[in-house]
């Protein structure tokens, strides 16, 4: 299959790499011209034949919003837009409404791996109607990891299916990762476990702990077995805002991903006007002592 591909950073350019060695014809556009194909939208478009499949990658927010409405004007009827970055499910109505009045299909594709995905394969979840979902499914079969399809793919249900639901995915990786974490201070502060990197590990096979993101943090202690390299700053892209947001819209209750997300928060604050509040408070009602800044 030939597929147009926009936005070759981390994901993309991997993406584009997997597509390639699956014997797909991609023809990837980016800003950067030490990695693009092609040196403008209109060039890509040009090179494809039709009826044309074209893939987004780019960030969230205007600049998916301002490239869809560029492949409006430059593509045709029969036509087939999928965004694979991490939009808002709310921006696929828009979108695909767009596309739709010029008879352009349109996908939202929810996609997991990241760096990894070029040698083990990505996570799909996709929204749209099923014609559009069957004309793409060589490239999501290429994308994929190796096995059972629906053990790496999902068609999700209409447009916003896909990216709402990698936004719960992503709310759920914030509860796992925080999960790690805590347990990881709690045995450093231990005085009883003298090797921590070694405990972590030994949970790899047999726990029902084990996962994959306990294996890339047995691989991070592997380098830094304390972590010291690193400052505990932790940003947060989007994903679990929103998830919690959701959980909020349909009264689902969801502490786990919401501390987890307020972790984050808490994370980057040098010193928190809160805990400030409630040292002064301890120190009104107990005279409880208190540290001077």
Request: charged share 25%; aromatic share 6%.
């Given at each position: 299959?030939?597929?147009?591909?926009?936005?070759?950073?981390?994901?993309?350019?991997?993406?584009?790499?997997?597509?390639?060695?699956?014997?797909?014809?991609?023809?990837?556009?980016?800003?950067?011209?030490?990695?693009t194909?092609?040196?403008?939208?209109?060039?890509?478009?040009?090179?494809?034949?039709?009826?044309?499949?074209?893939?987004i990658?780019?960030?969230?927010?205007?600049?998916?919003?301002?490239?869809?409405?560029?492949?409006?004007?430059?593509?045709?009827?029969?036509?087939?837009?999928?965004?694979?970055?991490?939009?808002?499910?709310?921006?696929?109505?828009?979108n695909?409404?767009?596309l739709?009045?010029?008879?352009?299909?349109?996908?939202?594709?929810?996609?997991?791996?990241?760096?990894w995905?070029?040698?083990?394969g990505?996570?799909?979840?996709?929204?749209?109607?099923?014609?559009?979902?069957?004309?793409?499914?060589?490239?999501?079969?290429?994308?994929?990891?190796?096995?059972?399809?629906?053990?790496?793919?999902?068609?999700?249900?209409?447009?916003?299916?896909?990216?709402?639901?990698?936004?719960?995915?992503?709310?759920?990786?914030?509860?796992?990762?925080?999960?790690?974490?805590?347990?990881?201070?709690?045995l450093?502060?231990?005085?009883?476990?003298?090797?921590?990197?070694?405990?972590?590990?030994?949970?790899?096979?047999?726990?029902?702990?084990?996962?994959?993101?306990?294996?890339?943090?047995?691989?991070a202690?592997?380098?830094?077995p304390?972590?010291?390299?690193?400052?505990?700053?932790?940003?947060?892209?989007?994903?679990?805002?929103?998830?919690?947001e959701?959980?909020?819209?349909?009264?689902?209750?969801?502490?786990?991903?919401?501390?987890?997300?307020?972790?984050?928060?808490?994370?980057?604050?040098?010193?928190?006007?809160?805990?400030?509040?409630?040292?002064?408070?301890?120190?009104?009602?107990?005279?409880?002592?208190?540290?001077?800044?």
């Open positions: 299959m030939q597929l147009g591909l926009i936005g070759l950073g981390k994901m993309g350019f991997n993406m584009r790499e997997r597509l390639r060695k699956a014997g797909h014809e991609v023809v990837g556009y980016d800003r950067n011209p030490d990695v194909d092609v040196a403008s939208l209109a060039d890509l478009v040009g090179a494809l034949a039709t009826p044309r499949t074209v893939w990658m780019v960030p969230a927010g205007e600049p998916t919003r301002m490239t869809v409405e560029q492949l409006r004007e430059l593509l045709d009827e029969g036509d087939l837009v999928i965004d694979g970055g991490n939009s808002r499910f709310t921006d696929d109505s828009a695909s409404a767009s739709d009045a010029k008879g352009i299909g349109y996908l939202d594709c929810g996609v997991s791996g990241g760096v995905g070029l040698d083990v990505y996570g799909l979840m996709v929204g749209g109607a099923k014609p559009h979902v069957e004309q793409a499914m060589p490239i999501f079969d290429a994308l994929r990891p190796e096995g059972p399809r629906e053990e790496g793919f999902a068609h999700a249900g209409p447009v916003g299916a896909g990216h709402f639901s990698k936004m719960v995915h992503n709310g759920i990786e914030y509860g796992l990762m925080q999960a790690y974490a805590e347990g990881f201070e709690l450093e502060a231990s005085e009883l476990v003298t090797d921590v990197p070694a405990t972590i590990k030994a949970w790899q096979r047999g726990t029902v702990v084990r996962s994959w993101l306990l294996d890339l943090l047995v691989r202690l592997d380098s830094d304390e972590l010291d390299d690193l400052r505990g700053y932790v940003e947060d892209s989007g994903e679990g805002r929103w998830t919690v959701e959980a909020i819209n349909h009264s689902v209750p969801a502490p786990v991903i919401s501390a987890a997300l307020f972790a984050r928060f808490a994370s980057r604050q040098d010193d928190s006007p809160a805990m400030r509040a409630v040292a002064a408070l301890r120190n009104q009602f107990g005279g409880h002592s208190v540290q001077k800044a």
